[in-house]
């Protein structure tokens, strides 16, 4: 094979990210749920959601750049969550307006430790738009 031909090759599955073999795994017409149980339900959803958040925010890291830049910014991520973990792609629906905030973002959505869904709603899926706050100034 030519070295053209070895840098122009299609990318194998083995060679993708790992989150795109997650979302590969994940099939694209499942439906996120709600949870159910009238107002018990709901608050255990609410709860959940908050616990989702801090886990996100705790993930945060500013990227180098990002601190000598002082910069700072808020960021809109979309993901879908299944018992205790992420499912399928990260996507920045609101942007901070910087890219490097933007990217620190969907990466404190991938490396959260999520906490576990109860068990009457482990097998359903919770689409989620978390705000993170990032404070790059130190």
Not at 59 to 65: D, E
């Amino acid at each position: 094979m030519s070295r053209l031909a070895s840098l122009t090759r299609p990318v194998a599955a083995q060679d993708a990210p790992p989150v795109v073999a997650v979302a590969a795994a994940v099939p694209a017409a499942v439906p996120a749920q709600a949870f159910s149980g009238g107002q018990a339900g709901r608050q255990a959803e609410d709860a959940l959601r908050s616990r989702i958040r801090e886990a996100v925010q705790e993930a945060v890291r500013c990227p180098a750049a990002a601190r000598m830049m002082h910069l700072s910014g808020k960021v809109g991520v979309g993901f879908d969550y299944r018992d205790g973990a992420l499912v399928g792609a990260v996507q920045i629906e609101r942007s901070s307006g910087t890219p490097i905030l933007d990217a620190a973002a969907a990466g404190a959505v991938r490396i959260a430790h999520y906490p576990s869904a109860p068990p009457e709603t482990a097998s359903q899926i919770l689409r989620l738009l978390i705000w993170v706050d990032e404070a790059c100034d130190g």
